[in-house]
């Protein structure tokens, strides 16, 4: 599948994966800012997406940033819609108490997740297959939780 991508601004980047085989795509800011504690900013990616019928994108947060600045995404995930064609923008809260957090152009601030329409039934069991992930959650594939 095809995703069309329209660059709006001067220094706007396409999403990219950061590593091969990874479900996201990086979203980039594409104007600086600084963000006081307990801020937030709707933050300009520069992008425009053209989705087919049927395909959503959303916007998550990015767990570096969470993790090491207490950055993230007021309205996670956000939701674009297949039939908008404007730019994507990002709606960025430092939760920090007291360090301001820069924003430049090019930095990586949020991932895209593309999601599909599934025919999909959710059916209640008394127990889950077992999986190596298992329950493990924050931290169990890299950095950990502070």
Do not use: W
């Not at 300009?44 to 087919?52: F, S």
């Not at 994108?57 to 207490?70: I, K, Q």
């Not at 950055?71 to 960025?92: C, S, W």
């Not at 108490?97 to 959710?122: H, K, S, W, Y």
Request: aromatic letters at 4%; proline letters at 7%; glycine letters at 12%.
């Amino acid at each position: 599948m095809e995703v069309q991508v329209r660059l709006l601004r001067p220094g706007a980047l396409v999403p990219r994966r950061a590593y091969g085989g990874d479900a996201a795509f990086d979203l980039h800011a594409a104007s600086d800012l600084d963000l006081a504690p307990h801020e937030r900013a709707v933050v300009p990616t520069g992008v425009a997406l053209g989705l087919p019928p049927g395909v959503a994108a959303l916007t998550v947060p990015r767990s570096g940033l969470a993790a090491r600045h207490g950055i993230t995404i007021v309205n996670a995930p956000g939701l674009v819609d297949p039939g908008y064609r404007g730019e994507v923008k990002i709606i960025l809260l430092n939760t920090d108490d007291e360090q301001t957090f820069a924003i430049r152009v090019g930095d990586r601030i949020a991932q895209l997740l593309l999601v599909g329409p599934l025919d999909a039934e959710l059916v209640q069991v008394e127990e889950l297959d077992d999986t190596e992930r298992g329950e493990r959650g924050f931290g169990s594939s890299g950095l950990e939780a502070r």
